[in-house]
């Protein structure tokens, strides 16, 4: 499956903190996203960094993607505590997949006031 | 500007019974996507649509199906529903399929099974 796995499944900090997600892939892939899932609600979009860049960055948070390794970081740099949700990592399919994304199974964070 | 609009928010069904979830989008998005979600994994595709008239199995396809009759609408149906199809459905649009815009989302549906 080329679906993304994050890493740690959970992460609790303090508010002011910075936190660091971790998503693995298996396949090459154009594409790499970041979403936010609030508890009860729909995804959001955070971030789309492409498979030609190493580094993104929007307002506080900044993603990495290496593709040699086939992994991205997401970087929340002093952390809040409406910070706290779920984070998945979505990875397309590649050149003859681009049309759909693979979702891992998220990273917990839980931001401490 | 209502985005992705799912509709309903909460069933419950019996084993055997069929029902159809509306998925409605206002942002002329051509790409659209149902996924379902249960707890302590992420989200599995089911069905998706690159087009109006054009629907394709995701990676859970059994025990549901798929219609695009109008750009706008998305619908799925579950012909005789199980409990392993208990979850919380998203339906997601996109403007362009290579993943240069990101999903946008609706607020879910969520399906128990009896």
């Known amino acids: 499956s080329q679906q993304g796995e994050e890493d740690p499944q959970a992460l609790s900090i303090q508010e002011g903190e910075n936190a660091t997600m971790n998503c693995s892939y298996k396949t090459s892939i154009n594409n790499l996203q970041w979403y936010r899932q609030n508890s009860g609600r729909g995804l959001v979009h955070l971030i789309l960094i492409r498979s030609n860049e190493r580094e993104k960055h929007s307002g506080r948070l900044r993603v990495t993607l290496d593709t040699s390794k086939k992994s991205s970081s997401l970087l929340i740099t002093a952390s809040r505590a409406a910070d706290t949700a779920s984070y998945f990592c979505a990875t397309d399919g590649g050149s003859y997949n681009f049309n759909k994304f693979y979702f891992g199974s998220g990273t917990k964070l839980n931001v401490k006031p | 500007n209502a985005g992705v609009t799912q509709t309903p928010k909460f069933r419950v069904l019996k084993t055997g019974q069929s029902m159809t979830l509306l998925c409605a989008q206002d942002m002329n998005h051509e790409y659209m996507y149902w996924y379902r979600q249960d707890p302590g994994m992420g989200l599995r595709l089911i069905h998706y649509?690159?087009?109006?008239?054009?629907?394709a199995k995701g990676e859970v396809p059994d025990g549901y199906n798929v219609s695009r009759l109008k750009k706008q609408n998305f619908l799925l149906g579950l012909e005789s529903a199980a409990p392993s199809q208990t979850s919380v459905y998203f339906c997601?649009?996109?403007?362009?399929?290579?993943?240069?815009?990101?999903?946008?989302f609706g607020s879910g549906t969520r399906l128990t099974v009896v």
């Open positions: 649509s690159v087009g109006e008239g054009t629907t």
């Open positions: 997601a649009s996109s403007y362009l399929g290579r993943g240069n815009y990101g999903y946008t």
